[in-house]
T-cell receptor
Framework: AQTVTQSQPEMSVQEAETVTLSCTYDTSESDYYLFWYKQPPSRQMILVIRQEAYKQQNATENRFSVNFQKAAKSFSLKISDSQLGDAAMYFCAYNDYKLSFGAGTTVTVRA | GAGVSQSPSNKVTEKGKDVELRCDPISGHTALYWYRQSLGQGLEFLIYFQGNSAPDKSGLPSDRFSAERTGGSVSTLTIQRTQQEDSAVYLC?????????????FGPGTRLTVT
């Protein structure tokens, strides 16, 4: 399994503000996929955003965007205009048919 | 169905008993995965099915754990002689080669508590 590191156990953000979650990974492959998943207290893992390594353009899904730095093996997630419903644990994942997850970052949104 | 379903949602069992956890993948998804989420170990891969075959069982922690998939659809994860360290949330996911990034879609999980 690949190593995925999330160095921020917890992050807090004011409603309507922006928060960035960090993720680094280790791989010797040139083509691969990276994901961010959200896990609210309901336990359901929800796919937030995907990035294909051969695409240089950073992926964007509504208020969620990534900063993918392939050479640095970095894949951060930016949540813009944070909403109360964004409160959850966020996992970075590397996909080589099976997922390798980071330890997760708990995001708290302050009203 | 519209998504991956798992049953039961919660299971409490006594140490030493056997348990079966069920997963119904998204219709048409040929790949199925089991993961375990525990406080100490985070999210761990257990086993991967492609159709009814399991080409990767490398994550099963001991021979007390087994899984099968029938008809290329439903999968059952069986834990024999449960131990307290088996307490965790067991997540099932499915995927298809037709998905551009082979992304996996997860079920709501089964929370297993061994007393």
């Amino acid at each position: 399994a690949q190593t995925v590191t999330q160095s921020q156990p917890e992050m807090s953000v004011q409603e309507a503000e922006t928060v960035t979650l960090s993720c680094t990974y280790d791989t010797s492959e040139s083509d691969y996929y990276l994901f961010w998943y959200k896990q609210p207290p309901s336990r359901q893992m929800i796919l937030v955003i995907r990035q294909e390594a051969y695409k240089q353009q950073n992926a964007t899904e509504n208020r969620f965007s990534v900063n993918f730095q392939k050479a640095a093996k970095s894949f951060s997630l930016k949540i813009s205009d944070s909403q109360l419903g964004d409160a959850a644990m966020y996992f970075c994942a590397y996909n080589d048919y099976k997922l390798s997850f980071g330890a997760g970052t708990t995001v708290t949104v302050r009203a | 169905g519209a998504g991956v379903s798992q049953s039961p949602s919660n299971k409490v069992t006594e140490k030493g008993k056997d348990v079966e956890l069920r997963c119904d993948p998204i219709s048409g998804h040929t790949a199925l995965y089991w993961y375990r989420q525990s406080l100490g170990q985070g999210l761990e891969f257990l086993i991967y099915f492609q159709g009814n075959s399991a080409p990767d069982k490398s994550g099963l922690p001991s021979d007390r754990f087994s899984a099968e998939r029938t008809g290329g659809s439903v999968s059952t994860l069986t834990i024999q002689r449960t131990q307290q360290e088996d307490s965790a949330v067991y997540l099932c996911a499915s995927s298809s080669p037709s998905l551009a990034a082979y992304e996996q879609y997860f079920g709501p999980g089964t929370r297993l508590t061994v007393t």
